[in-house]
């Protein structure tokens, strides 16, 4: 089996804001126990910057004392304007209004766009609603910084939503696997 991540991504704020917003969240997470600084950061075991903390299950309330060693089980703070994508289960991105289903290539040549420039708004071909890409659910995201959990239980939707909001005002979480 192999790795399975949760991942917070903000889809609203630029590059600097960006960067204000992950040291704020560093500071909070580090603050609240859920995570500790890594010593051996880069380590095959344990490759992320953060590991579960003495409070991770405030976060995730299903982490128990053994859990914290596992292998590969960090958090990572991603500051990159980046793709994301839910993997898990792999749907096509639906239309919330009427169930139309977005065709993945036409979902495919609205990548470089939006991770090149602004997000793209896409027109039903159901219902005619207009919405930004990143509204369908299932589609891609881009967001300049991310939260990446390996391995953790699953979070908590109070955390989740404290999380999100500290991050910026448009959020998602997206679970990916590798
Ligand atoms: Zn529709």
Do not use: K
Request: hydrophobic share 40%; with cysteine.
């Amino acid at each position: 089996m192999g790795d399975e991540c949760v991942t917070v991504v903000e889809m609203s704020i630029g590059p600097l804001e960006a960067a204000d917003r992950a040291d704020a969240v560093i500071r909070w997470l580090l603050d609240s126990g859920v995570v500790v600084s890594n010593p051996l950061r880069g380590s095959t075991w344990q490759p992320s910057g953060y590991l579960p903390g003495p409070r991770a299950s405030d976060a995730a309330p299903g982490f128990s004392d053994t859990d914290y060693t596992l292998a590969n089980n960090g958090v990572d703070i991603l500051v990159e304007r980046e793709l994301y994508r839910d993997t898990s289960p792999h749907e096509a991105p639906a239309c919330p209004d009427c169930g139309y289903e977005l065709a993945e290539a036409t979902l495919e040549g609205l990548i470089r766009p939006w991770l090149d420039g602004t997000e793209p708004r896409v027109t039903c071909g159901g219902c005619a609603a207009v919405r930004p890409l990143g509204e369908w659910p299932d589609g891609y995201l881009v967001g300049e910084l991310a939260v990446r959990f390996n391995n953790w239980p699953s979070l908590s939707p109070a955390f989740l939503a404290d999380l999100g909001a500290r991050m910026g005002p448009r959020w998602r979480a997206v679970r990916e696997q590798y």
